[in-house]
């Protein structure tokens, strides 16, 4: 049946682009090394300037774009398959705002420097806590508009909070962060950040993987899954939980990047059965993907100071709201 | 064989009762319609036999044990719901959409095998939508996705079935096949619970018939003892000659 035979095609093809993304984001940057002494400086030769630029530069920054990206794909697509809109996704509904608002809670006023833990604990805290007040404002409707007016006034709101945050605090470069946290970055990360982000992603992760099946009966809506055995108050749980940390910890490194979680579940779904669980795990991966190349790409454009990573993922997440806008105005 | 019954049953929407203590013994190997008008709590009664309402008051018992201690999965293996107006969210294929109904079956982590196989197999040539295996189900007519929204329910192999309205949108082909369906389940020692609106299909394919008014049972019995003028003329307010409907009551 269905997703195996699809896998089958699918799977080589998305590992092969990962890895592929994943070298080049390691072989591009601002200052120009040859692919032959980036290989050396990764297997511990070469010069040690050129080491230190790829193995603690380009490398931590590379892990973190994948991380990232992952998490971010497959919010998407657990997000789309729970709410049964393919318009969902962490930054859409306000999530990735509310955990980049958290971590700026954290950082400009003194709480970060108590514990390295405290600001993708409160990043966590901020996705959460919009997640709550999405579900609040929507309620139970099942209308793709009601869910996506409640997640602009989320997002509004966490970004106007962004905003007050860092005008309120006394750091002169205010202006420059809130565009970092808006638009997202990878810029200068180390492996510091690396061991932060980890962790939560993979809970994040795993606790998201759990519902596939639920997922699948959901398309039958909630009595239909419901009928087939789904706790729905469990499901809703877990990808609270899910979206919150796996979500938080991502934008506590990277600020909130959007559209990620859009793209990939729509650029992945032609290849599968379409049901939602077939979706999840090629979603992680295919995110991972894209937000490598578009990685390497800010830092290919020859700007005067570094394009923000959210930039680039909205140029490419603009076609897939066209292409449900033309698909609606069909209809009528 | 299975038993489905309802003890002064009571269930509420939104703080108002929309049935109000109805006690019916529902036993396998029967076909059983749920009948009345519009907003007599229908709907609203089925899906508390489901377990998707807990009972204001009262209690659903399935086989003696209370639906409410029960757990989902349990339930779910017991009881196929095939829900009124089924909305699809997903373009998935006939053939996943009906595999959706081996997934109470399916221990954690592990795939459908070829008994499941074999039984969305047998579903889909019952329902007769074998053929559209592979069309997108939200592509099909109404017709061809009520037959295998049907088919999704009986690919459960639940030793109940209950259908709110199956035979919507059905043409009068369409119809009698699914009501022969349902006679097939009940006769093969299954519990079918059907809400119907088609009061000839239901005298004439039913063994037993609920007729509810007003969120009360106010009939249980044979269709034949049941579906007289006189109840036609209070329950659904039209006067009728030989079962037809031909006159509002005022």
């Known amino acids: 049946m269905g997703p195996r035979t699809y896998s089958r095609r699918l799977w080589p093809a998305l590992i092969l682009a990962t890895v592929a993304a994943a070298l080049l984001s390691v072989a591009v940057g601002s200052t120009a090394i040859g692919p032959a002494r980036v290989l050396a400086a990764l297997a511990g030769h070469g010069d040690p300037v050129v080491r230190a630029i790829v193995v603690e530069l380009r490398v931590p920054r590379a892990l973190l774009g994948l991380m990232v990206g992952a998490m971010l794909g497959l919010s998407g697509a657990a997000l789309q398959g729970y709410l049964r809109n393919p318009l969902a996704e962490p930054s859409v509904l306000g999530a990735s705002n509310g955990a980049a608002l958290g971590a700026v809670a954290a950082l400009y006023f003194g709480l970060a420097d108590a514990h390295p833990v405290v600001l993708p604990l409160l990043a966590i805290g901020g996705a959460l806590a919009s997640l709550l007040l999405l579900f609040a404002l929507a309620g139970r409707s099942e209308s793709a508009l009601t869910l996506i ?42 492996f510091a950040h690396v061991a932060l982000a980890l962790p939560p992603v993979l809970v994040g992760a795993a606790l998201l993987a759990w519902d596939g099946r639920a997922l699948d009966a959901l398309t039958l809506g909630e009595d239909g899954a419901a009928a087939l055995g789904v706790r729905l108050d469990r499901t809703r749980l877990r990808l609270l939980l899910g979206v919150g940390i796996g979500v938080g910890g991502a934008v506590a490194v990277s600020g909130a990047i959007g559209f990620v979680g859009l793209i990939v579940p729509h650029l992945v779904r032609p290849l599968t059965d379409r049901s939602p669980s077939a979706l999840l795990w090629p979603s992680a991966v295919a995110g991972a993907a894209l937000l490598s190349l578009a990685d390497a790409a800010v830092r290919v454009i020859p700007t005067s100071s570094e394009l923000k990573l959210g930039v680039v993922t909205a140029f490419l997440g603009v076609p897939v709201f066209l292409v449900h806008l033309l698909r609606e105005r069909r209809l009528w | 064989m299975v038993t489905l019954e309802a003890r002064g049953l009571t269930v509420a929407l939104g703080g108002r009762e929309v049935v109000r203590g109805v006690s019916a013994r529902l036993e396998g190997g029967t076909l059983v319609g749920v009948l009345g008008p519009n907003g007599a709590g229908k709907s609203t009664l089925v899906r508390s036999l489901v377990g998707l309402i807990p009972p204001a008051a009262g209690r659903v018992l399935l086989d003696g044990a209370d639906m ?62 074998a053929h559209l295996g592979h069309r997108v189900a939200t592509e099909l007519s109404g017709g061809e996705r009520a037959r295998v929204l049907l088919a999704r329910a009986l690919a459960v192999e639940a030793p109940v079935l209950i259908a709110d309205e199956p035979l919507a949108s059905l043409d009068p082909e369409h119809q009698l096949h699914g009501m022969e369906l349902m006679r097939e389940e009940a006769d093969a020692g299954r519990l079918v619970l059907a809400v119907l609106h088609d009061l000839g299909l239901a005298a004439r394919f039913c063994d037993r018939v609920l007729v509810l008014d007003g969120g009360l049972l106010v009939a249980d019995g044979a269709p034949a003892d049941v579906l007289t003028p006189e109840l036609m003329a209070r329950v659904y307010r039209v006067r009728t000659e030989g079962g037809v409907p031909v006159e509002r009551v005022r």
């Open chain 2, 68 to 129: 409410g201690t029960m757990g989902r999965a349990a339930a779910a293996r017991a009881i196929a719901y095939l829900p009124q107006g089924q909305v699809l969210h997903w373009p998935v294929s006939v053939e996943r959409l009906v595999a959706l109904g081996r997934l109470p079956h399916l221990a954690p982590l592990s795939r459908a095998g070829a008994a499941d196989r074999a039984a969305v197999g047998r579903a889909m040539e019952r329902a007769e939508v």
């Open chain 1, 149 to 190: 007016l409640a997640g602009i006034a989320v997002a509004t709101l966490a970004g106007a909070g962004i905003s007050l945050a860092l005008n309120l605090s006394p750091n002169p470069f205010a202006a420059m962060e809130i565009t970092s946290w808006l638009l997202g970055s990878l810029e200068d990360r180390s």
